[in-house]
C-alpha cells in the first residue's frame, strides 16, 4: 500500500523544500541554492539536514511562517502536522493490503504507507520482521515516514516473533492499530452487540455438572471444562473480570489445568 501517486509527488516535493529550507537555516551545503538542487543530493548528503529537522522541530514552524516557496496553505498545513512525528526503533511485521505493521515503544502498532514504492517491494515478506530506525509521519489522513528506514543487522528468535505477534494480535482484537496520527480524521467505530451465548452456557454448565465417571483423566478434564464454562459465563453475565475475582479464577483455572497434567503425566509414565 502507498500513498496516491500524487500524493507520493506531493510528499517528496514538500519535505525536499523542508529540508532545503533546513539547510539554508544551518548552512550544511552553501553551494546548494534552490530545492531542486538539494533535492538532486545523493542521500548521504541529504542525511545532516534530515536529522536536524527531527533533533530541531521548531525549524517546521520557521519553515511555514516564512513560506520561502510560496506554498499554498493547504500544503503549509500538511507540512505544519509533520510535528506531530513519530520518532523511534520500529519492528518492521507484516505487509497488508491496508498497510505495513510497525511495531513501535509502549507496544504502539502503526499501520504504514509507503510514499512511491510500496513497502513489501523494499523489505520482501520472507526478511520480515526487521528492526529499524523510522520517522514516522501524518499525510492526508494517513501514516507514511520521512523516506528512509535505517535498518538493523538482527536475527530474531522464535520468542521475539511470538511476542511481536502476540502485539499485534492483541491490537487488532481491541482495534488499537494506529492508522493515522491526526485525531479528526479517527472514525468513530461503530459497537458491535455481542452475541448473546449466555442461554447456551447455562445450558453446557448444567449438562457439564452432571457428568461423572470412574476415569481419572476424564473427570480432571470435566473439572476444567466446569471452571471454563463457569469463566465464560461470568462473562457473558457482563459482569466483567478485575482485581480479586480475576485472580481467583485464574488460580482455579491453573489448578485444574495442573491436575489434568498431572493425570496426563502420569499416564504417559505407565506407557514406558
Not at 533533533?55 to 503549509?76: K, Q
Request: with cysteine; glycine share 6%; proline share 5%.
Amino acid at each position: 500500500m502507498t500513498l496516491q501517486p500524487q500524493d507520493g509527488a506531493l510528499f517528496f516535493q514538500l519535505m525536499w523544500k523542508l529540508q532545503h529550507h533546513v539547510n539554508q537555516k544551518l548552512g550544511f551545503h552553501k553551494g546548494v541554492s534552490t530545492f531542486e538542487e538539494y533535492a538532486s543530493l545523493p542521500t548521504k548528503k541529504k542525511l545532516q539536514a534530515r536529522d536536524a529537522l527531527w533533533e530541531h522541530p521548531e525549524l517546521i514552524d520557521s519553515f511555514v511562517n516564512e513560506n520561502p516557496n510560496n506554498l499554498p496553505d493547504e500544503e503549509l498545513e500538511i507540512v505544519r502536522r509533520w510535528k506531530g512525528f513519530v520518532k523511534g526503533s520500529f519492528f518492521i511485521f507484516r505487509h497488508l493490503k491496508k498497510g505495513t505493521i510497525f511495531i513501535g515503544e509502549k507496544d504502539g502498532v502503526y499501520s504504514v504507507h509507503g510514499i512511491l514504492d510500496p513497502l513489501d517491494e523494499l523489505i520482501p515478506s520472507y526478511a520480515l520482521p526487521q528492526m529499524a530506525q523510522a520517522i514516522l509521519l501524518p499525510f492526508k489522513g494517513q501514516i507514511t515516514y520521512d523516506g528512509l528506514l535505517s535498518g538493523y543487522n538482527v536475527h530474531f528468535g522464535g520468542g521475539i516473533r511470538s511476542n511481536l505477534n502476540h502485539t499485534y494480535m492483541t491490537a487488532k482484537t481491541r482495534d488499537r492499530i494506529i492508522s493515522t496520527l491526526e485525531p479528526e480524521y479517527e472514525e468513530a467505530k461503530p459497537i458491535k452487540p455481542k452475541k448473546n451465548i449466555l442461554p447456551h452456557l447455562q445450558e453446557l454448565a448444567a449438562s457439564a455438572e452432571k457428568l461423572k465417571s470412574d476415569s481419572a483423566l476424564q473427570n480432571a478434564a470435566l473439572n476444567l471444562t466446569r471452571t471454563a464454562i463457569a469463566l465464560a459465563i461470568c462473562d457473558a453475565e457482563g459482569d466483567g473480570l478485575q482485581g480479586d475475582d480475576l485472580s481467583e479464577k485464574t488460580k482455579k483455572i491453573r489448578r485444574d489445568f495442573n491436575k489434568l497434567l498431572k493425570v496426563l503425566d502420569s499416564l504417559d509414565a505407565d506407557w514406558e
